[in-house]
């Protein structure tokens, strides 16, 4: 069975300090994507990972993805508050443009 | 003004009847999806479709219906025979073909069931 799988599915840190969301995934793909979705809004592409050893880095966001190991990591660094959301994973099945979509991890950065 | 428009932004159906959200685009993408989130939740596909006059069912199609008659829109209807509707619903599209894949979103239409 094809799987995403975030964790921690739910984390509340103080601002200035890094964290790590982890996105696990079970089939081959080169290509993973990471949204964020503020409350009660819709979902924002942040980045796109299309090989393996691909980074990207936006601000205080760093992705990274590892094909070997199947896992996307989602780098948050000295936190902020503006940070606060849910964040999603999704992969590419295959290349036929379905995704299959992480839980979400839902961060709180307290001030 | 480029982008994915969807309306409404809320509505509210009565036990029984069949309601229509919309789901526009002038990004003149090919692809376009339809999901469903309901709250605390991941997002679970409805229907998605690739061209013009054709379209297939997601994981969760049962109780829904679209059609594709035109590239830039693409309406999901929610019928009676959907038990449990009340969710947040949104469209995506992305573009076809090499280095294309990113999915982008409408607003999205918050359905409640009276």
């Known amino acids: 069975e094809l799987k995403v799988e975030q964790n921690p599915l739910f984390l509340s840190m103080q601002e200035g300090k890094n964290y790590t969301i982890y996105c696990n995934y079970s089939?081959?793909?080169?290509?993973l994507y990471w949204y964020r979705q503020d409350p009660g809004k819709s979902l924002e592409s942040l980045f796109v990972l299309l090989s393996n050893g691909a980074v990207k880095q936006e601000g205080r966001l760093m992705a990274s993805l590892d094909t070997k190991a199947r896992l996307s990591t989602l780098h948050i660094t000295a936190a902020v508050h503006d940070l606060s959301a849910t964040y999603f994973c999704?992969?590419?099945?295959?290349?036929?443009?379905?995704?299959?979509w992480g839980a979400g991890t839902k961060l709180i950065i307290k001030p | 003004d480029g982008g994915i428009t969807q309306s409404p932004k809320y509505l509210f159906r009565k036990e029984g009847q069949n309601v229509t959200l919309s789901c526009e685009q002038n990004?003149?993408?090919?692809?376009m999806y339809w999901y469903r989130q309901d709250p605390g939740q991941g997002l679970r596909l409805i229907y998605y479709s690739q061209i013009v006059n054709d379209f297939q069912k997601g994981d969760i199609a049962e109780g829904y219906s679209v059609s594709r008659e035109k590239k830039e829109s693409f309406p999901l209807t929610v019928t009676s025979a959907q038990k449990n509707p009340t969710a947040f619903y949104l469209c995506?599209?992305?573009?076809?073909?090499?280095?294309?894949?990113?999915?982008?979103f409408g607003p999205g239409t918050r359905l409640t069931v009276l």
């Open positions: 089939t081959t793909s080169d290509r």
């Open positions: 995506a599209t992305t573009n076809l073909g090499i280095g294309a894949g990113t999915q982008y």
């Open positions: 999704a992969l590419d099945m295959d290349s036929n443009y379905q995704l299959i």
């Open positions: 990004l003149n993408h090919d692809a």
